[in-house]
């Protein structure tokens, strides 16, 4: 069955920086779009970044320049380099695969002094 597993969350210091990482299995990873999604409390699941089988990505506009997708498709893993980061950027973080077809458990993330 796919699983996607996710760490690296944490709490940081505002303009401190973390690096989320979401392991996959049970898919062809590289034929798969790749996204971090957060949910704030009371809020729907929002997409934060995702990037293409072909490398493409994309952004929420409040994390451009901020945030960085990537993909190690022989490692079946996507990662999520969040730095500069912010109190509003306190959320659960989840992985995700095809565009929510498969998701993770989800990771928090807390900023704050």
């Known amino acids: 069955q796919v699983q996607l597993v996710e760490s690296g969350g944490g709490l940081v210091q505002p303009g401190g920086s973390l690096r989320l990482s979401c392991a996959a299995s049970?898919?062809?990873?590289?034929?798969?779009?790749m996204g971090w999604y957060r949910q704030f409390p009371g809020k729907q699941r929002e997409l934060v970044a995702v990037?293409?089988?072909?490398?493409?990505?994309n952004y929420v506009d409040s994390v451009k320049g901020r945030f960085t997708i990537s993909r190690d498709n022989p490692k079946n893993t996507v990662y999520l380099q969040m730095n500069s980061l912010k109190p509003e950027d306190t959320a659960v973080y989840y992985c995700a695969a095809n565009w929510g077809a498969w998701w993770g458990q989800g990771t928090q993330v807390t900023v704050s002094s």
């Open positions: 990037i293409l089988s072909g490398g493409t990505t």
């Open positions: 049970g898919i062809i990873f590289s034929r798969n779009a």
